[in-house]
């Protein structure tokens, strides 16, 4: 069984260029869940969506984006690219689904450095 | 809002020595806690997943407890081993949905020297 797969797993982009990166969550999972870690700050959660619908989301400017498709894959997208947005995106699944294991799975991250 | 803490914030053993780590939480409604294992650079990996009716579980050395009322739970690592060098993050998802973000901790930074 494929676990979360993320790509790109590196990505070196310049100050104010935009970035799209990818999740794939298990086969089944239905929720999808994003968070940026940094030294600093640790693991900070950006959103969740269900069913291609933003459930939830953290307190992050409007330049992060992001949107599920019809078979649970996910996309985030950063606009107008700052230093400070250089971190590791880790995109977790789950089934999401209402008395079932909601164990989140995460995948190997993207490391996003911004120049 | 939900807090969580982990203490210690790091810590260094010999091979072979019993550890505890240490979870609290500041809201007490949680559906569930899962502890986590983060490699250098890498994602997390899921060790062990404690739903809020459940007092303890355990997965090979692993052994996860929880005290839901006082908003504390353990992760009992026995005869560690230098592999088990990483960091260890809890994360509490909040009671009321199977939705919602995971709230974690800081992590414990774990290094076992032979």
């Known amino acids: 069984k494929a676990g979360v797969t993320q790509t790109p797993r590196y990505l070196i982009k310049t100050r104010g260029q935009q970035v799209t990166l990818s999740c794939s969550p298990i086969s089944g999972h239905r929720s999808v869940s994003w968070y940026q870690q940094t030294p600093g700050q640790g693991l900070q959660f950006l959103f969740e969506?269900?069913?291609?619908?933003?459930?939830n989301k953290g307190n992050f400017p409007g330049r992060f984006s992001g949107r599920q498709f019809s078979n649970s894959r996910s996309e985030m997208n950063v606009s107008t690219l700052e230093l400070g947005d250089s971190a590791l995106y880790l995109c977790?699944?789950?089934?999401?689904?209402?008395?079932?294991?909601?164990?989140?799975?995460f995948g190997q991250g993207t490391r996003l450095t911004v120049v | 809002k939900q807090e969580v803490t982990q203490i210690p914030a790091a810590l260094s053993v010999p091979e072979g020595e019993n550890l505890v780590l240490n979870c609290s939480f500041t809201d007490s409604a949680i559906y569930n806690l899962q502890w986590f294992r983060q490699d250098p650079g890498k994602g997390l990996t899921s060790l062990l997943l404690i739903q809020s009716s459940q007092r303890e579980q355990t997965s090979g050395r692993l052994n996860a407890s929880l005290d839901k009322s006082s908003g504390r739970s353990t992760l009992y690592i026995a005869a560690s081993q230098p592999g088990d060098s990483a960091t260890y993050l809890c994360a509490v998802r909040p009671g009321g949905s199977t939705l919602g973000r995971l709230y974690f901790g800081r992590g414990t930074q774990l290094t076992v020297w032979p």
């Open positions: 977790a699944s789950s089934l999401g689904l209402p008395g079932w294991n909601t164990e989140a799975f």
């Open positions: 969506y269900f069913s291609e619908t933003q459930r």
